[in-house]
């Protein structure tokens, strides 16, 4: 059973440009969660997704960040006009459900710079 | 609304030596309270996870972790530091609403 994968595990972008990092679950998971790790600070939730629903999006930036998880194909947390604060680490983790005792699964991580 | 403090952001022990992270969290219902370990540019791996069954709880590469309600800590500790245990810990809660981290404890081991 393959685990969490995230792609791609490294992205380079420019100022202003758009960046699209993609998560697909273990199977069988319905939920998924996205975190940001700044370096030496720990994670911060970001968004809570199930299929084709935003479920909790409180630890979201108001502008320029969306994600989704459509019914068919990965989870996508998209950046629009990034700028050199948005460099960090951006973790996925499933679940397959909602249980507070369930522990996460979480990917690799994508490591954006923003240069 | 749920919270964990992780106090310590680096810990420095010898190989061999007790390994003691601190973990205190604040939850208004009880916690479900998790350690998970990130080893360089990697993601988070699940140590062990507290759900109520046990005050004690074992996890794996020899850790384990003590639920103390009336000090609303969650420690982890291992008898005797390896070289591979070098990495950072994050505690993390689930109570009344999704997870929540701490900031991390990063342990390094001397040899």
């Not at chain 2, 964990?4 to 190989?15: D, I, P």
């Not at chain 2, 794996?60 to 245990?85: V, W």
């Amino acid at each position: 059973n393959a685990g969490v994968m995230q792609n791609p595990r490294h992205l380079v972008r420019r100022r202003g440009q758009e960046a699209r990092l993609r998560c697909s679950p273990m199977k069988g998971h319905s939920h998924v969660y996205w975190y940001r790790q700044l370096p030496e600070e720990g994670l911060k939730f970001m968004v809570y997704l199930q299929k084709e629903n935003i479920i909790d999006e409180s630890g979201m930036p108001k502008e320029r960040f969306s994600a989704e998880f459509p019914k068919e194909g990965p989870s996508i947390l998209r950046i629009q006009q990034v700028v050199r604060g948005d460099s960090a680490a951006y973790f996925c983790a499933s679940s397959p459900d909602r249980a507070l005792w369930d522990e996460q699964y979480f990917g690799p991580g994508t490591r954006l710079t923003v240069t | 609304a749920q919270s964990v403090t992780q106090l310590g952001s680096h810990v420095s022990v010898s190989e061999g030596a007790l390994v003691l992270l601190r973990c205190n969290y604040s939850s208004s219902v009880p916690p479900y309270l998790f350690w998970y370990v990130q080893y360089p540019n990697q993601g988070l791996q699940l140590l062990l996870k507290y759900t109520s069954a046990a005050t004690l709880v074992k996890g794996i590469n020899g850790f384990e972790a003590e639920f103390k309600k009336s000090e609303t800590s969650f420690h982890l500790t291992k008898p005797s530091a390896h070289m591979s245990d070098a990495a950072e810990y994050f505690c993390a809660v689930s109570g009344s609403g999704d997870m929540r981290f701490g900031a991390g404890t990063r342990l390094t081991v001397k040899p």
